[in-house]
């Protein structure tokens, strides 16, 4: 047990990391519904405990903001669950599972699903450390007589080295039989993609670094593997291995029957922010490297990809697309909910052309038409760095006085 999970507090209670650093909530006086400012002081490093530092998801968000709306709206009984209509990464199963919170995510790529299910999945760490010494051993044997691809988008993103090296690694992972072990070795070197690669660590689309330095592939990849080994065995500790949680592929404008069960007690949903990005151009890399594992990964839903929710640019055209799409999900999550759930919408403003773009305005009015009532308005200030690619279209989360950042709960 790490000593930085239950430190001790000013009473000399046991604090779980998970607790330590939900939002600072400020209430504002009279306001109709209740509204709040959450500041979440805390570095992405600080936030990223347990098993939410496996995968660097660009564009999710804070683990605490899950992590604050599951303490607020607890689901009444075991049966209850809460869905996560974009789950991305995963964040929210991770911090349900904590709590031994039932919960389910959806989301249009495979590789989102895999990432959400490798963290909250439980595995025997000691068989992955036998695994990566068994890798070790082929890596080193075979790496010199492969013959890797040469096309022109892995010349451009890779050296020559790193190429070699990557499917090496990737001819050893293919072969390894079906298992949650597999899963978490398959993330952990889907995981090492960005930083071997030339391009930026920190920028969310890829952009070549021309003073890059790469690490080296294979020391990479273990490294990867024994910090995840550290981070689930902790993970591990702290929930109980019998809370279901799993991530489905599909698209959240049609949800499957499973949900059909009057059973979600709350719905978190964290769409793409409009004008920021699209996420199949963001993960390029992976997806490039991740192709043999589709067959396995995505079995017949290949072509799901195209149903993502377009973000960006926002031309016109987008815009309406934007608010259609978010209009049907939100009239899914309201069928299947029963009367009393909630449904807590995370998701910011944006300028366009230096014009502010009042999405959350026009979410309430969407949100309010499908019959959800409103519960509770939070507007949140978040510390990020700002990336020069990143955020420039979108809230800044500092306070801008008309750009907002919020977390809008309605229930059913
Ligand atoms: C802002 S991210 C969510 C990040 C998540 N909160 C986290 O912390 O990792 C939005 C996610 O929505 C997914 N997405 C886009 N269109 C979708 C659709 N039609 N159905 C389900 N998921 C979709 C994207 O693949 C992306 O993973």
Redesign the pocket.
């Known amino acids: 047990m790490s000593s930085s999970k239950l430190p001790v507090d000013l009473f000399d209670e046991k604090v779980e990391i998970y607790r330590q650093f939900l939002p600072l909530i400020r209430a504002t006086n009279g306001a109709q519904p209740q509204t709040n400012t959450w500041d979440i002081p805390y570095t992405i490093s600080k936030l990223s405990y347990l098993t939410h530092s496996h995968y660097r998801?660009y564009?999710?968000?804070p683990s605490v903001v899950a992590g604050q709306l599951l303490e607020q709206f607890p689901p009444p009984s075991n049966e209850h669950y809460v869905l996560?209509?974009?789950?991305?990464?995963?964040?929210?199963l991770v911090e349900a599972k904590l709590r031994g919170i039932k919960s389910y995510g959806?989301?249009?790529?495979w590789l989102?699903c895999l990432a959400s299910n490798v963290k909250v999945n439980t595995v025997d760490t000691k068989k992955i450390k036998t695994e990566l010494t068994q890798i070790t051993n082929v890596f080193y044997k075979t790496v010199s007589s492969c013959v890797p691809p040469e096309d022109s988008f892995v010349q451009k993103w890779f050296t020559k080295e790193a190429t070699q090296a990557l499917f090496a690694l990737r001819e050893i992972i293919l072969v390894i039989p079906s298992s949650n072990e597999k899963d978490f070795l398959l993330i952990a070197f889907i995981g090492i993609l960005r930083r071997v690669s030339k391009a930026f660590d920190g920028e969310v689309r890829p952009h070549i670094n021309k003073n890059k330095k790469q690490r080296e592939v294979f020391e990479a990849f273990s490294k990867k593997v024994r910090d995840m080994c550290l981070n689930h065995e902790d993970y591990m500790d702290l929930i109980d291995a019998n809370t279901f949680s799993k991530c489905l592929l599909?698209?959240?404008?049609k949800l499957p029957s499973l949900f059909d069960d009057g059973k979600c007690h709350l719905v978190i949903s964290?769409?793409?922010?409009l004008n920021s990005f699209n996420?199949a151009p963001v993960f390029s890399l992976e997806f490039y490297w991740g192709k043999p594992f589709e067959q396995e990964y995505a079995d017949g839903f290949q072509d799901l990809q195209k149903?993502?929710?377009t973000a960006h640019p926002a031309s016109d055209k987008v815009i309406d697309a934007y608010f259609k799409?978010l209009e049907q999900?939100y009239k899914e999550t309201y069928r299947i909910q029963s009367t009393g759930g909630y449904l807590a919408i995370?998701i910011g403003d944006c300028t366009r052309n230096g014009e502010l773009i009042t999405v959350l305005d026009r979410m309430v009015e969407i949100v309010k038409g499908i019959g959800y009532k409103p519960y509770e308005f939070n507007y949140r200030t978040t510390h990020y760095g700002l990336g020069k690619y990143a955020y420039q279209h979108r809230a800044d989360y500092h306070g801008d006085a008309q750009k907002k950042d919020g977390i809008l709960v309605f229930q059913r």
């Open positions: 998801y564009g999710k968000f996560d209509n974009f789950c991305g990464s995963g964040t929210t959806i989301d249009i790529s989102s599909g698209s959240n404008i964290h769409p793409p922010y996420y149903k993502e929710l799409h999900c995370v």
